[in-house]
């Protein structure tokens, strides 16, 4: 593998997962499985699963792991068939096209992050901002922009997540299986594994390297579970947003000193620091310390990192901006602001709110204080976060505070269904997915007869269901308990109304809106004719006791025989089950207090699917919301008013939209038995989202207003 960086492109090799087992004409199928480019393409996928669908299901779509189970007879088979053979030669010529590091000389962007969400098989993620962070990367690849990632390998993940018989959340202990996912270790000439140290900080910390392949993109992770640590240090990263503060600080030195001395290791000269979120932050100390070995004082070396780099925020709640206390900052960083030249309070200055010294050190206020931009994710998080960090520029009025925004986009073809692809791909012009982001691409939904669009999704929804159903299963075979097997969504019907809801259990996004009036919902739920269904899903952080007791309502609704077997929790709610939801439910609900969504981004990717949103005006739903491509949740409510009647008030406009519009549209069929009022707003949210909310146009507005035309892009 190459890693470009300026001009001294210098090799490094990875280990070599081995797949002794694969014959010779279709060896290849090793280093497909070790790039993560087979994930977001269908006929990628479709080459696995022709050797052995059952085998494929078993492994949990990671052809790594399958490779390594399947028999020999298998692929000697594969090696034999014309078909299969035709299938892989096409496949590899495109990966060669497609996912090969490209002749860039330019120096690279880095991009830092806590968490990425690339695949379930890689657990390295809690939500939304890990989706973003991964969505990036893929379409970086895609679009070939030279962009080096950095971040954390997790050995425990975040959250393996069941709920007991008391609809109370608990954590299973999860192993990520290093050697059965698309993820491999960077070695050095003498084939030992590379391993960094974080530079001026005691006690020492090192960190071992791997490489995801994402495409062209490589994602640099640092695993700290070595031996060159001692016990407690192997520790600190073995969890994502550990609750321990001291742990977590650790978890930020190396995410951002380790994450830059790793770019140093690795030759990689980036031309910008990207941050996304402030949790990485640190990463801007060790960019200046880098041009001070160089001569410059710390004053130029701050100005031109400042010239260089930038934050994406995504959050105005205060969960989001870590703030550790000052003396647990000093006690680690007296010797690296040394280095600096700094003393403790010029140092302990960089992350003082000023309106709040007393509260600590902020990671997002030191972010603010040496990136020269800072972009929100939406229109109205731009407006609320300028707000938000008014203070940082007491000399200027919110709007004139230098905080823009681009509005997040999923990335197109990891989210999109392979058959709704195959539907388009029918209907639509030819090469419409390289130019998803021409709205006139996506008019050539209307061509598609609703009877079509109806099946497709119908098809998905099922699917959906019993997927729904074989967890469940599972579930009860190995606990043997039944009190919650009606809470799993066993009862499920596919010719209900079904609304989708997934999302973390935080508490600002009111997962329990929709079940405020338990009357009301009763009624729905029991309708005879025109009943609704609803699906939940979604973990709260493990330290989160509101949003554990907010989840298990939500259980105990389920559980409750009233509820008609019609109210559902799944658990565990990951990559892959985020999947089937956003493509099988029939509508799409987000419910947030605002200002506080910054965007979201799961109701992009329904919308593009062909599943309507019923939103709250909050996040990216104020710019993607037409009067006829979904709901809006509009209840005129204050954003100042107490949360009491704020709920009251959006609750009863939700029932209303219900009761009024969505059952309506869904229950009054032709004779064929399709709805058309619904398949109408079906098409209007496909084509007013797609073009619009992709990871294309999100990239393509980073290039021109973010990251600046300079030696980046194609
Ligand atoms: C997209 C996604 C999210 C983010 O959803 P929001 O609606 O933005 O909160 C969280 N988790 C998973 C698994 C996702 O796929």
Redesign the pocket.
């Known amino acids: 593998m190459t890693y470009y960086g300026g001009k001294s492109l210098r090799r490094y090799t990875v280990s070599n997962n081995s797949f002794s087992n694969i014959p010779a004409r279709i060896d290849r199928l090793g280093e497909l499985a070790e790039n993560l480019w087979w994930s977001w393409n269908p006929q990628a996928r479709m080459l696995f699963k022709m050797l052995d669908r059952q085998a494929w299901k078993d492994s949990g779509h990671n052809p790594d792991r399958m490779l390594k189970s399947l028999p020999r007879d298998a692929l000697i088979w594969a090696s034999r068939d014309r078909n299969y053979l035709r299938h892989y030669d096409l496949v590899l010529s495109q990966f060669d096209a497609e996912a090969y590091p490209g002749d860039y000389l330019g120096s690279p962007i880095a991009y830092f992050s806590a968490e990425y969400?690339l695949h379930h098989s890689l657990p390295f993620?809690?939500?939304?901002?890990?989706?973003?962070a991964g969505d990036h990367l893929k379409e970086c690849s895609d679009m070939g922009v030279p962009l080096v990632a950095v971040g954390f390998m997790y050995p425990s993940g975040y959250l393996q997540q069941t709920v007991d018989n008391h609809g109370w959340q608990q954590g299973l202990t999860q192993t990520v299986d290093r050697e059965s996912a698309s993820i491999n270790q960077i070695l050095d000439t003498e084939g030992n594994q590379i391993v960094v140290q974080v530079p001026h900080i005691r006690p020492v910390l090192r960190a071992a390297l791997w490489k995801v392949a994402v495409g062209r993109v490589s994602l640099l992770l640092m695993d700290t579970e070595i031996e060159d640590n001692p016990p407690w240090i192997r520790d600190i990263a073995k969890q994502l947003y550990t609750s321990d503060k001291e742990q977590r600080l650790l978890q930020e030195i190396i995410l951002g000193l380790g994450g830059y001395t790793v770019l140093k290791e690795m030759e990689v000269a980036p031309s910008l620091l990207h941050l996304n979120e402030g949790h990485p932050a640190f990463a801007l100390l060790e960019a200046i310390r880098g041009l001070m070995q160089q001569g410059l004082s710390f004053d130029t070396a701050r100005e031109r990192v400042r010239g260089s780099s930038l934050l994406t925020t995504h959050t105005p709640v205060p969960a989001g901006h870590d703030i550790f206390p000052e003396e647990m900052v000093e006690k680690y960083f007296a010797p690296y602001r040394e280095a600096l030249g700094l003393d403790r309070e010029t140092f302990l200055e960089l992350g003082r709110h000023p309106e709040h010294p007393q509260a600590g050190f902020n990671m997002t206020v030191l972010a603010l204080n040496l990136t020269g931009k800072c972009n929100a994710v939406s229109r109205r998080h731009g407006e609320v976060t300028r707000q938000m960090w008014q203070p940082l520029w007491p000399d200027r009025n919110p709007e004139e505070v230098p905080v823009g925004h681009v509005t997040?986009g999923?990335h197109l073809p990891t989210?999109l269904e392979p058959k709704m692809r195959l539907l388009f791909h029918r209907y639509f012009s030819d090469g419409w997915i390289k130019e998803q982001e021409n709205p006139a691409v996506w008019e050539f939904v209307e061509e598609i007869p609703d009877f079509e669009l109806w099946r497709n999704h119908f098809w998905l929804k099922i699917k959906l269901l019993n997927y729904i159903r074989q967890l469940a299963r599972r579930d009860w075979t190995m606990r043997r308990s039944a009190d919650l097997l009606p809470a799993l969504g066993t009862m499920l019907d596919p010719s209900v109304l079904t609304i989708g809801f997934?999302?973390?259990f935080a508490m600002y996004?009111r997962a329990d809106l929709v079940l405020r009036d338990p009357d009301r919902i009763k009624r729905l739920v029991n309708d005879n004719w025109r009943p609704v269904q609803i699906i939940f899903a979604?973990k709260a952080h493990p330290a989160d006791d509101e949003g554990k007791r907010l989840l298990q309502s939500v259980v105990r609704m389920a559980q409750d025989p009233e509820m008609n077997g019609r109210i559902a929790f799944v658990e565990n709610?990951?990559?892959q089950?985020?999947?089937y939801m956003?493509h099988g439910v029939d509508v799409w609900l987000?419910t947030p207090k605002p200002p506080l969504?910054a965007?979201?981004?799961?109701?992009m990717?329904a919308a593009i699917n062909g599943v309507p949103n019923l939103s709250i005006p909050d996040?990216w739903w104020l710019e993607g919301a037409t009067p006829t491509n979904g709901w809006t949740i509009d209840s005129r409510a204050e954003e100042g008013s107490d949360q009491e009647t704020r709920d009251n008030l959006d609750a009863a406009e939700l029932y209303r939209l219900i009761e009024q519009d969505l059952i309506p549209a869904y229950y009054t069929t032709s004779e064929d038995g399709v709805p058309h009022d619904w398949t109408r707003i079906m098409k209007e949210s496909i084509k007013s989202v797609a073009p619009h909310f992709s990871a294309r146009r999100m990239i393509k507005d980073y290039l021109r207003f973010v990251y600046g035309t300079e030696g980046h892009g194609r």
């Open positions: 969400g993620y809690a939500g939304g901002l890990g989706f973003l997040n999923v989210w997934a999302r973390r996004k979604g709610y990951n990559e089950l985020a999947q956003v987000n969504e965007s979201g981004t799961s109701g990717k996040g």
